[in-house]
Structures are given as C-alpha cells and as structure tokens.
C-alpha cells in the first residue's frame, strides 16, 4: 500500500478502503541499525498518547453516568406544605399551600395563596430535584373536598415554581399524594373515596399511574394503597393495600404487598394477604429488598413488627417487633443502604416515641436520644411526628412538637455526634408525610 492511500486509511478509521494484496515475503538479513530518537518526537509521542488516556478514561466517566449517575447525592432544597390564613374548615382546619427552604436560609411559598381556596399538601420533589409533584382540591381536610389534582411543576435555580402537567382526577376525593419513580418517567397516587385508615372496603379505590411526559394514566382498580414506593431502577411499583373486603378490625389492610410493573402491566403479589397488615413498605437502594412494617392494630398497639424480605420473595425476616407507632411514616431506608429509620411509642398509650436507627439484617439496633436543641430547658421534650432522611445520607430530618405547645419545627439532625440539631422552620401543621427533601439538581 502506497504511502498516500495508507494515510487515507488511518484518517477514515475501520474499515478501510483498502483491498489486501498477498505478495512474497522478503526477509532482510542484514543487521538493523536504530537511530536515535529526537527530542521533539519523543515529547510529541508522549503528548498524543497523554491525550488518548485522557479521552478514553472521560469516554469511560460519560458512560458509566448514562448508564447510572454515580454522583453523591447533596441536599437541595426541602418542601412542605402548611396553613395560611385562607379558607378555614368546620374543626378549624385552614387550607394549606406549599413553600420551599434550603438549610441556612429563610422559606418562601412557591404554590398557593390566602385567598385561593385550594388545599395544597404532600410536595414530592422529583429525583433529579429539577421538578415538584403535589396535591391540590378545594376545601380543607374537615370539609368536603371536590376538583382534585395531580400537579407537576417545574422548579429553576432560586426555587421558583412553574406548573408543567395537571392531572385532573375530579370527585369528592382528597388531594392526590404522589411518589416519584426513580428515573422520573412516572408518578403514582392514590384516589378514592375511602382513605387508609379507616374501616371501609377498598372497593372503588384506585392506584393511577401517569407518565409525566404525555400525561397518560393507567388505572389500578380496587386498590387501597396505605402506602406507595417505586424501585430504584424505577420499572415496579410497590404498593402496600387493602382489599375489596377488609378484615373486621383491620381497616381496609389485608396484609399484602403487591408489585406491578409499569411497562408490561403485570402485577405479583410479594407478601401475601394476612391477619397482620402491612401498612408501610421502604425499597433498599439497591433494589433487591423491601423492608415493612405490619401489626393487627392500627398502629396503637404494641404488636408492629418490621421485616424484611428480598423482591424475589425469599430471605424474609424479622428486623424489630414489639412496637407501637400512632407517629410516623413507617420504616426509611437510608440512601446509602446501611440503616432504616423507623419510630416507635416509649410506652403504650403515649404519644412521645422514639426514633431507631436498625441495620438491615436486625443485629443492631441504637435507639437515638431525644432530641433537644443548644438552649433547650432539660425539661423539654420535642416529640417526633415524623422523621425521614437527607438525600446524602448524613441527616435526620424531624418534624417535631413540645408537649403543651402549638405547632411542629422542621429541624435537621446530623448523625455526626459533634454536630447539634438545627432548626429550619417554625410553624408547621400537624400533617407528619408533608415534607420532602430534594437532591441538589446536577448540572
């Protein structure tokens, strides 16, 4: 091959334009004289070959972060919904809105007004923490609810809301509280007439999941989801329900835990239907195991147990019994897959609990010291009502009340024990599931 076609050939790359030519091998024998190697090209050899590295290991970075973003998680901003001074309801109950805060600064409402007549609850942030699902109706809890829907808003930079999708679900039925899948394809709510904790069938209760880019929604029917959480690979939808005859006693909880999966329809059972209830169920970040909480009572009594087992159906065990919770949003695993969270009652019939921290297979359990604050008077109790994690895993975030004091705080606890709990909002409503904090959006 001539010098010019074999430089055309390297520029063009596999494969060539080239045809093979078999020819004679000569073999030269006379001895092979090496020159010396100029500076200049021994610097420009090392130069090219620094720069294929360098390419090759960023073609290898950008890859491996299509396929799974590997970064660590930072915290970003936290929502939460609570009370204004608009509609109030018959026991007192004040319609509420949404509003946003980062650790360090001050909140500001990004959903809602005084006067809007809309009750604006569960903010959800997406996983990217680019978008914010809520819920939203007129009228109050203690009020007949009518227009209820699904909201999707876009957030930018400084924290301000832009609503993208509606999902009208209409009725007489309460705001939707949706959960995001992880690859933020997908929201899925709950919409019924009956709510999980009271005694009714779950009969006309529904599970919908809606693709957020068109706004289709498939509907799962006599569903009564007490609880909602996607895998994180976001293909199955974990849904903790009740069926269309409840057990006496047992709310409309039948014990299970079913799995659908979103882009074939199928549905499976995981936990089958029992005379204990599963209420709350929390996915390992991995994805290989569910951790729930069950017990015959409502929560009230000391018969909560927390298991867990593995989406194939076997490994299940349990991790903590005994326990009562009328608090609480269940069992969180933490985002780096090492602890679960959960509350527990002190003592039957009281409402102060403790938070517990529990490793995944149950062999230690370290149960946290109340929570008081730089300042606080000993005698000060700051009761939990929910507590849940920051996304990088190095915090609590509590909502938390003083025995014989109006309202909740919205306080950071750091797991680090040199560190002191802060408190980052004043105010809150009684409503423990209304708060969510969002990653920090990359790029």
Not at 248 to 272: C, E, F, K, N, W
Not at 289 to 317: F, L, N, P, T
Request: with cysteine; glycine share 12%; hydrophobic share 35%.
């Amino acid at each position: 091959m001539d010098e010019p076609r074999l430089e055309r050939a390297l520029r063009q790359g596999p494969p060539f334009a080239t045809m093979y030519v078999p020819s004679s091998l000569a073999l030269d024998e006379r001895p092979v004289v090496r020159g010396p190697v100029s500076v200049t090209r021994l610097v420009l050899v090392i130069a090219v070959t620094t720069l294929l590295l360098v390419g090759l290991l960023a073609g290898l970075v950008a890859v491996g972060r299509s396929q799974n973003d590997v970064r660590p998680a930072s915290n970003g901003w936290i929502a939460f919904a609570r009370s204004g001074s608009g509609l109030r309801g018959r026991d007192g109950w004040i319609e509420r809105d949404i509003y946003l805060l980062r650790e360090g600064g001050t909140a500001h409402r990004i959903v809602g007004s005084d006067a809007d007549r809309l009750d604006q609850i569960c903010p959800a942030f997406s996983p990217d923490g680019r978008r914010l699902a809520y819920g939203e109706a007129q009228g109050t809890v203690d009020t007949d609810y009518h227009d209820a829907a699904l909201v999707v808003a876009d957030l930018d930079a400084a924290g301000n809301a832009s609503e993208s999708l509606r999902i009208n679900v209409g009725g007489t039925v309460p705001p939707p509280c949706a959960a995001w899948s992880a690859d933020g394809r997908r929201v899925a709510f709950g919409v019924g007439p009956t709510s999980p904790g009271n005694d009714r069938s779950a009969a006309g209760n529904e599970v919908w999941v809606a693709t957020v880019a068109d706004g289709h929604v498939d509907v799962l029917s006599d569903q009564s989801a007490t609880d909602l959480e996607w895998s994180p690979d976001g293909s199955q939808l974990a849904i903790a329900s009740g069926q269309a005859d409840p057990v006496s006693g047992q709310s409309s909880r039948d014990g299970s835990i079913r799995l659908y999966d979103a882009d074939s329809g199928d549905m499976r059972t995981l936990v089958g239907p029992g005379p204990w209830g599963v209420w709350k169920l929390t996915w390992a970040p991995d994805g290989s195991r569910i951790a729930y909480q069950r017990g015959r009572s409502d929560g009230g009594g000391m018969d909560q147990e927390i298991w867990v087992v593995r989406v194939d159906g076997g490994g299940e065990h349990q991790i903590a019994r005994g326990f009562g919770s009328v608090y609480g949003v269940g069992p969180v695993w933490s985002p780096t897959g090492d602890r679960i969270v959960y509350q527990r009652m002190k003592s039957a019939g009281t409402e102060a609990h403790a938070v517990v921290l529990v490793t995944p297979d149950g062999a230690t359990q370290v149960v946290l010291s109340d929570l008081r604050l730089p300042g606080d008077d000993a005698s000060v109790s700051r009761r939990p009502d929910s507590v849940t994690w920051s996304p990088d895993g190095k915090e609590l975030l509590y909502s938390a009340w003083i025995d014989g004091r109006p309202g909740r705080a919205l306080i950071s606890r750091p797991l680090d024990p040199g560190s002191d709990p802060v408190v980052l909002y004043e105010g809150l409503d009684p409503a423990g599931e209304n708060r969510s904090w969002g990653r920090l959006p990359h790029g």
